[in-house]
């Protein structure tokens, strides 16, 4: 059982409280599903919940409390996100949210649409893109290179479930830990 007293969310960096899964899926009021396959070493280390949302944490280190080692997802955090259609009313659109997101993304190159055990999902490698900060005018104060980590997105049409996967995995990794979702 995961530590109930510990306060963190070291994959967003802001302070909640963290709580055992038993107590995460009962304040979400959902019923959920969780990957049965992850990488080798890694564990449950965290449950966040919210209306109609419940994020897991995973990694192959401490995250939470006392001794912590783990962070960040460069750290080797693993997030997984449920959501419900009361958080996330793009779930009834289905493979076409998908198409809609590649199509106005920065970086359409950079998405696969396809699907995992029947329902679509949609991923993009980890990489690195530009952090661009600018006055209101539009001159640049700061520019650099940024790496972001890999996510896969799937739409549980038959449960309505909108599930996220993210972390510096490569895109199949989390395709392989998605197909075990259940």
């Known amino acids: 059982m995961l530590n109930a007293t510990a306060i963190c969310d070291a994959s967003n960096g802001f302070i909640i409280k ?20 992850l990488p080798t070493g890694y564990s449950l280390e965290d449950a966040i919940s919210h209306k109609g949302m419940i994020t897991l944490l995973y990694s192959p280190k401490k995250i939470c409390g006392p001794g912590q080692t783990a962070q960040t997802y460069s750290d080797g955090i693993l997030k997984f996100i449920t959501e419900t259609p009361e958080q996330n009313n793009e779930i009834s659109k289905g493979r076409a949210y998908f198409e809609e997101f590649k199509k106005y993304s920065d970086y359409p190159e950079r998405i696969s649409i396809f699907e995992i055990n029947g329902n679509p999902a949609m991923g993009w490698e980890s990489g690195m893109k530009k952090s661009i900060v600018k006055f209101d005018n539009g001159t640049v104060i700061s520019e650099e ?19 996220v996967l993210k972390g510096y995995f490569q895109l199949d990794q989390l395709t392989q830990i998605a197909k075990s979702i259940g």
């Open 145 to 163: 290179d940024i790496s972001y980590p890999a996510q896969l997105q799937i739409i549980d049409t038959t449960n309505q479930r909108f599930y």
């Open 18 to 37: 963290s709580m055992s899964l038993e107590e995460a899926s009962k304040e979400a009021a959902f019923a959920y599903k969780s990957p049965k396959s």
